[in-house]
């Protein structure tokens, strides 16, 4: 970074480029680039999971497996997009065994995730879902806080009330309603799943920021994928085996068959939403590793007050007041966080200045 660059401040800390390689507007152009996989990707892939139950999908390990299982098409960008060399540092590399048990343990807490958001969208219509999923936000900023020591101010304390009101509200209306045929005790147990694959989802998120900056230590968008391609295959492999151990794998061929909008409408909308996810993940990871878990969750936390819009119009899901007013709780919480970056960013800025008038000062 040259002398006349400001260094980035995201979360309100005052650093150089994650990507040190990279000048100012093509750390921002990727930056843009991971928000549009996330939104674009979890969007579709929220959307396609509830078009597979709603056409006659029923197997949860399906739904689970498919959320990871494209992750081999990672390896063409990891092998077409050279990685910059890092300067030497004075840290030794991680051994393979610790490589092997962060993607293990990563990777089953990322089935174990999947498998709980496969069971809360069976339960719940695409907007519920994600207005639910919006707690994550709330989740995160308490694991940033006691994991990654991100500064937990009133704006962001603020922005975890609301949110947590926004769930609550969602889980006391009378009136919410699930899809066809689910019983007011399915939507619990799917209100229940979601609320907790959130806050596992956030851990997550946490621990994939720790292992960055003090295992991993790289600087390269490789690191990245390779994050994504070992967790997801740890992830695919516990998922498969879940599948058969379950029994599950015996109904796929009769839940083809009798797929309502045909078998090759099943095959296409289980690819798809593997795709989906794919490119989410890549943007989820991306934005962990470019600025923090806590921005990789906002965004994600954007992109789900997205879905029921886009719920509203692909399946008519059914937009109640309590559902408006979470929506809304949803967005104020999302807005409260982004202004508090706001914030910390202008502080650091001109601490920025007045550092470099001293310094230049001195200088004379």
């Known amino acids: 970074m040259t002398d006349n660059e400001e260094p980035m401040i995201i979360d309100g800390t005052m650093a150089e480029f994650p990507l040190k390689s990279y000048n100012r507007w093509q750390w921002w152009l990727l930056v843009a680039l991971n928000i549009f996989f996330l939104v674009v990707g979890q969007a579709a892939a929220v959307l396609l999971g509830r078009f597979y139950y709603d056409q006659g999908g029923n197997s949860k390990w399906m739904a689970t497996l498919v959320q990871t299982a494209a992750f081999p098409i990672l390896f063409i960008p990891l092998y077409l997009i050279p990685s910059r060399q890092e300067a030497s540092t004075t840290f030794s590399p991680p051994s393979i065994k610790v490589l092997t048990l962060i993607y293990f343990v990563l990777g089953v807490l990322l089935a174990a995730d999947n498998m709980m958001y496969s069971t809360g969208l069976l339960y719940l219509s695409a907007s519920t879902y994600s207005l639910i999923c919006a707690s994550q936000l709330a989740f995160n900023a308490v694991f940033s806080y006691f994991i990654n020591a991100q500064k937990f101010t009133i704006l962001i304390l603020n922005s975890v009330v609301v949110l947590s009101l926004s769930s609550a509200l969602l889980a006391i209306n009378d009136e919410s309603e699930g899809p066809s045929g689910v019983s007011q005790g399915k939507y619990i147990v799917g209100f229940l799943c979601t609320l907790g694959a959130s806050a596992i989802y956030s851990l997550l998120l946490s621990l994939m920021q720790l292992s960055f900056q003090k295992v991993l230590k790289k600087e390269t968008f490789s690191i990245v994928l390779e994050m994504q391609i070992y967790t997801s295959l ?15 794998w015996r109904t796929l061929h009769g839940e083809m ?30 934005l962990i590793f470019m600025v923090s878990s806590l921005f990789s969750n906002v965004i994600s936390t954007l992109s789900l007050a997205v879905t029921p819009i886009a719920s509203l119009i692909v399946f008519h899901d059914k937009m109640n007041g309590v559902k408006i007013i979470s929506m809304l709780l949803s967005l ?9 970056n706001y914030l910390d960013d202008s502080k650091a800025r001109r601490t920025q200045r007045a550092n470099s008038e001293t310094r230049n000062d001195s200088s004379c």
């Open 234 to 248: 740890v992830a695919t492999c516990v998922s498969t085996i879940a599948l058969f151990m379950s029994g599950e």
């Open 332 to 340: 104020w919480g999302f807005t409260t966080y982004i202004h508090q």
């Open 257 to 286: 068959e009798g797929f309502h909008t045909g078998r090759v409408s099943y095959i296409l909308t289980l690819v798809w939403t593997a795709l989906s996810w794919q490119v989410c993940s890549v943007g989820v990871v991306g």
